[in-house]
């Protein structure tokens, strides 16, 4: 973790060493309190570190962008912060947070979604308006998909799952039903935006049109999003599909190459600073990997099983390293483990990894996959499994879970980009006996 910050910090530093337009905000405060800045839009991705930290002041310095407009955090609470461009200097006293500036406006959440803004800046009432539609338009969808079984095909484990039908509807129905032609300025500045045509991108893609990107090349794959969407949507879900949460950076490396003549300023500011991101966790990150051996999966299991003296759960991960998705799968279940550690053992079952075990194992080291590891030995080690007959296993990633002794209590078989049903089952199993 010290890694992880020092090198955050440094590379934001490099950044603003060649920035000669920045605005430095002093945050002052009491000494209990924490604060943070995230971008309002890509919250996980782009996370500025504070130039100086002291007990009653935290001073950051910000690269002036076309809105200066932030995600704000004092401790637990949700702020939305603005500023003029027109500051060099900007303090921020939140002991007096009842003082108003006509320099800068600092929103809770909670007002924000009432539209009492107490600012009379022009731009901040217009990306509040937009916002407030957006979210009111995604709250009728999950209202929709909660409450009508026609917009959904089940709901467990606080978790919504579609077939094709039930997200065609839901897909119709946002489309339909949103008609509002969005500036393109606007479009990676709205937090309720982003987040309705994202789902709606999940809804074509992962339920309804499954095999859109078959086959297809990564210019091709952008070719398709915008026929299949209306611009400037189109322009939002392709940086979304190229640039999104569990990528490596080999990828979004590759990414950024292929694709920086079509990127505005905004999209090569964001672009950037999650590839940077992606790079300084890889290098902070050192790979727990363990590898198991044997011959066939069932007699490999019972050995491990045998053999764990921990009283944590298990949970089982098949997968076939020649599906082009994995890599994402496996980005995206990192982050479950560094949540779940210490609750459960995660065991990789690579089924096809006897075809090319050397070519399996540099996959698992270059995506940096924790846990244990099984590569079994023999052609038919799938095919012959109990685990593949008694759980009816078809489809890759598949999950188990199983308690201490190695006794299955749970299956999953939607992948994480798909759905957070699996992290919602792990969470009810955590602490259940």
Same mark, same amino acid.
């Given at each position: 973790?010290?890694?992880?910050?020092?090198?955050?910090?440094?590379?934001?530093?490099?950044?603003?060493?060649?920035?000669?337009?920045?605005?430095?905000?002093?945050?002052?405060?009491?000494?209990?309190?924490?604060?943070?800045?995230?971008?309002?839009?890509?919250?996980?991705?782009?996370?500025?570190?504070?130039?100086?930290?002291?007990?009653?002041?935290?001073?950051?310095?910000?690269?002036?962008?076309?809105?200066?407009?932030?995600?704000?955090?004092?401790?637990?609470?949700?702020?939305?912060?603005?500023?003029?461009?027109?500051?060099?200097?900007?303090?921020?006293?939140?002991?007096?947070?009842?003082?108003?500036?006509?320099?800068?406006?600092?929103?809770?959440?909670?007002?924000?979604?009432?539209?009492?803004?107490?600012?009379?800046?022009?731009?901040?009432?217009?990306?509040?308006?937009?916002?407030?539609?957006?979210?009111?338009?995604?709250?009728?969808?999950?209202?929709?998909?909660?409450?009508?079984?026609?917009?959904?095909?089940?709901?467990?484990?606080?978790?919504?799952?579609?077939?094709?039908?039930?997200?065609?509807?839901?897909?119709?129905?946002?489309?339909?039903?949103?008609?509002?032609?969005?500036?393109?300025?606007?479009?990676?500045?709205?937090?309720?935006?982003?987040?309705?045509?994202?789902?709606?991108?999940?809804?074509?893609?992962?339920?309804?049109?499954?095999?859109?990107?078959?086959?297809?090349?990564?210019?091709?794959?952008?070719?398709?999003?915008?026929?299949?969407?209306?611009?400037?949507?189109?322009?939002?879900?392709?940086?979304?599909?190229?640039?999104?949460?569990?990528?490596?950076?080999?990828?979004?490396?590759?990414?950024?190459?292929?694709?920086?003549?079509?990127?505005?300023?905004?999209?090569?500011?964001?672009?950037?600073?999650?590839?940077?991101?992606?790079?300084?966790?890889?290098?902070?990150?050192?790979?727990?990997?363990?590898?198991?051996?044997?011959?066939?999966?069932?007699?490999?299991?019972?050995?491990?099983?045998?053999?764990?003296?921990?009283?944590?759960?298990?949970?089982?991960?098949?997968?076939?390293?020649?599906?082009?998705?994995?890599?994402?799968?496996?980005?995206?279940?990192?982050?479950? !483990? #560094?949540?779940?550690?210490? $609750?459960?053992? @995660?065991?990789? /079952?690579?089924? %096809?990894?006897? *075809?090319?075990? =050397?070519?399996?194992?540099?996959?698992?080291?270059?995506?940096?996959?924790?846990?244990?590891?099984?590569?079994?030995?023999?052609?038919?080690?799938?095919?012959?499994?109990?685990?593949? !007959? #008694?759980?009816?296993?078809? $489809?890759?990633? @598949?999950?188990? /879970?199983?308690? %201490?002794?190695? *006794?299955?209590? =749970?299956?999953?078989?939607?992948?994480?980009?798909?759905?957070?049903?699996?992290?919602?089952?792990?969470?009810?199993?955590?602490?259940?006996?």
């Amino acid at each position: 973790m010290m890694i992880f910050k020092l090198l955050s910090g440094l590379l934001l530093s490099i950044l603003f060493a060649f920035n000669c337009s920045a605005t430095t905000v002093h945050i002052v405060h009491g000494e209990d309190i924490n604060v943070s800045i995230q971008d309002p839009v890509y919250r996980n991705s782009l996370i500025f570190a504070p130039k100086f930290e002291y007990p009653r002041k935290t001073i950051f310095e910000l690269k002036d962008r076309d809105i200066n407009f932030y995600a704000f955090n004092i401790n637990s609470e949700e702020y939305y912060l603005w500023f003029e461009k027109s500051s060099s200097i900007l303090e921020i006293d939140l002991t007096n947070l009842g003082d108003t500036s006509s320099d800068f406006a600092l929103i809770s959440k909670t007002d924000w979604y009432k539209g009492e803004l107490e600012s009379n800046n022009s731009s901040l009432i217009k990306l509040n308006e937009l916002d407030r539609l957006f979210k009111d338009a995604l709250d009728d969808l999950i209202n929709l998909a909660e409450n009508d079984k026609n917009y959904r095909a089940e709901k467990n484990f606080n978790t919504i799952v579609w077939d094709s039908r039930s997200a065609k509807r839901l897909f119709n129905h946002a489309v339909e039903s949103m008609t509002y032609q969005l500036d393109q300025k606007w479009i990676h500045w709205v937090p309720a935006y982003s987040q309705y045509w994202e789902l709606v991108y999940k809804l074509y893609y992962q339920y309804f049109h499954t095999n859109s990107f078959k086959a297809l090349k990564k210019g091709e794959v952008k070719s398709q999003i915008e026929k299949d969407f209306n611009y400037p949507e189109s322009k939002l879900l392709v940086f979304h599909h190229f640039f999104k949460e569990g990528l490596n950076s080999t990828d979004l490396k590759a990414h950024y190459e292929l694709f920086e003549d079509d990127l505005n300023e905004r999209e090569e500011s964001l672009a950037e600073a999650i590839i940077q991101r992606q790079v300084v966790k890889e290098l902070g990150d050192i790979p727990k990997i363990e590898f198991l051996f044997g011959l066939d999966i069932d007699a490999a299991m019972e050995g491990y099983f045998a053999r764990n003296t921990s009283e944590m759960k298990n949970v089982l991960i098949f997968w076939s390293f020649w599906d082009a998705q994995m890599s994402l799968e496996l980005n995206l279940l990192a982050k479950i !483990k #560094d949540e779940f550690e210490g $609750s459960f053992n @995660f065991v990789h /079952i690579c089924i %096809d990894g006897y *075809e090319s075990p =050397e070519k399996a194992k540099s996959f698992i080291f270059q995506n940096r996959v924790e846990g244990f590891h099984l590569i079994p030995e023999q052609a038919t080690a799938f095919r012959s499994s109990n685990f593949r !007959k #008694d759980q009816k296993i078809r $489809s890759m990633p @598949f999950y188990l /879970i199983t308690n %201490d002794s190695g *006794e299955i209590i =749970e299956s999953e078989s939607i992948s994480l980009s798909t759905s957070l049903r699996l992290k919602n089952k792990l969470r009810y199993y955590e602490t259940k006996k």
